[in-house]
């Protein structure tokens, strides 16, 4: 990031203070599907931190995830903050910078550390404008992978015996069926309930897509989203916008859809197949 401005900041790099400093400690660790960031200033200029004081400045962090489209700016006028991300709104490189910011338009800004350079001007901070810029930090987040659909999808019996609902809130999306058809499926064997997967789970992914990536429903810190989210990326890129939600959907099952069809066949040859003849 570059920052070119027309008035000094106190950052690496740059000269316009002498006996000056801004460093922070930057301790970023996930704790479950939350990012956790806390942050220690470092601010060694005594007309900056009167500033502070005085509520016409504070501390800032700007944080970036290029690849998922987060950017978001925290403020405070403390040394110490602390910062709470759901990771399924990170994706691969976070960048992280710590700032000082101006609150409000500091006129005929004036600073005992300021080089001789800056002697003969009226100096004006605007609002916002950077007083300093510590070094930034880059971490790496790694999302938990899966190897299917199947783990996001779990079903329930339920007293309702006309319909079919779900409940997204939660790790799984939990799917209720009636509960003479959940025991049904519940003595199936492995290979025979993914074939319920498929059929149960196509129409309530196309009203979880519709809602949370058609309409853009904020979908909290759920697993499921990142499972989804990680299949879209996979499929149409990292950069991916969806406008229809059957289409995604259907894409994004094309492999449990497969898998369920060659689990019929296959059971289709079991039972019908002849020795002698071999069909």
Same mark, same amino acid.
């Given at each position: 990031?570059?920052?070119?401005?027309?008035? #000094?900041?106190?950052?690496?790099?740059?000269?316009?203070?002498?006996?000056?400093s %801004?460093?922070?400690?930057? @301790?970023?660790?996930? &704790?479950?599907?939350?990012?956790?960031?806390?942050?220690?200033?470092?601010?060694?200029?005594?007309?900056?931190?009167?500033?502070?004081?005085?509520?016409?400045?504070?501390?800032?962090?700007?944080v970036?995830?290029?690849?998922?489209?987060?950017? @978001?700016?925290?403020?405070?006028?403390?040394?110490?903050?602390?910062?709470?991300?759901?990771?399924?709104?990170?994706?691969?490189?976070?960048?992280?910078?710590? &700032?000082?910011i101006? %609150?409000?338009n500091?006129?005929?800004?004036?600073?005992?550390?300021l080089?001789d350079?800056?002697?003969?001007?009226?100096?004006?901070? #605007?609002?916002?404008? %950077?007083?300093?810029?510590?070094?930034?930090?880059?971490?790496?987040?790694? /999302?938990?992978?899966?190897?299917?659909?199947?783990?996001?999808? @779990?079903?329930?019996?339920?007293?309702?015996?006309? /319909?079919?609902?779900?409940?997204?809130?939660?790790?799984?999306?939990?799917? %209720?069926?009636?509960? &003479?058809?959940f025991?049904?499926?519940?003595?199936?064997?492995?290979?025979?309930?993914?074939?319920?997967?498929?059929?149960?789970?196509?129409?309530?992914?196309?009203?979880?897509?519709?809602?949370?990536?058609?309409?853009?429903?904020?979908?909290?810190?759920? /697993?499921?989203?990142?499972?989804?989210? &990680?299949?879209?990326?996979?499929?149409?890129?990292?950069?991916?916008?969806?406008?229809?939600?059957?289409?995604?959907?259907?894409?994004?099952?094309?492999?449990?859809?497969?898998?369920?069809?060659?689990?019929?066949?296959?059971?289709?040859?079991?039972?019908?197949?002849?020795?002698?003849?071999?069909?």
């Amino acid at each position: 990031m570059a920052y070119e401005c027309s008035y #000094p900041v106190l950052m690496v790099g740059k000269d316009d203070y002498s006996s000056s400093s %801004f460093d922070c400690d930057v @301790k970023a660790t996930v &704790e479950g599907t939350a990012l956790i960031i806390k942050i220690s200033f470092k601010l060694d200029n005594q007309g900056i931190q009167e500033l502070i004081k005085e509520g016409l400045a504070g501390y800032g962090v700007l944080v970036i995830c290029s690849k998922s489209g987060f950017r @978001k700016y925290y403020s405070n006028n403390h040394q110490e903050m602390g910062i709470k991300i759901p990771t399924n709104k990170l994706f691969d490189k976070v960048m992280i910078v710590p &700032e000082v910011i101006a %609150f409000e338009n500091i006129y005929q800004y004036e600073n005992e550390l300021l080089n001789d350079e800056y002697n003969d001007y009226t100096i004006t901070i #605007p609002k916002m404008g %950077f007083l300093a810029v510590a070094p930034r930090t880059e971490i790496k987040i790694e /999302r938990e992978r899966y190897k299917n659909l199947e783990s996001i999808c @779990k079903f329930a019996a339920s007293d309702d015996k006309l /319909r079919r609902n779900y409940d997204d809130d939660g790790d799984c999306i939990t799917i %209720f069926l009636p509960e &003479e058809l959940f025991i049904k499926y519940s003595r199936l064997s492995k290979d025979l309930q993914e074939i319920y997967t498929a059929i149960h789970i196509t129409p309530v992914l196309v009203d979880v897509v519709q809602r949370y990536w058609v309409d853009k429903v904020d979908a909290d810190e759920w /697993r499921w989203y990142d499972v989804l989210d &990680e299949k879209f990326r996979t499929m149409l890129g990292d950069d991916y916008q969806i406008d229809n939600a059957y289409d995604a959907v259907i894409r994004v099952i094309g492999e449990l859809l497969f898998d369920a069809s060659n689990t019929i066949y296959k059971s289709h040859l079991e039972v019908n197949y002849d020795d002698d003849t071999g069909y």
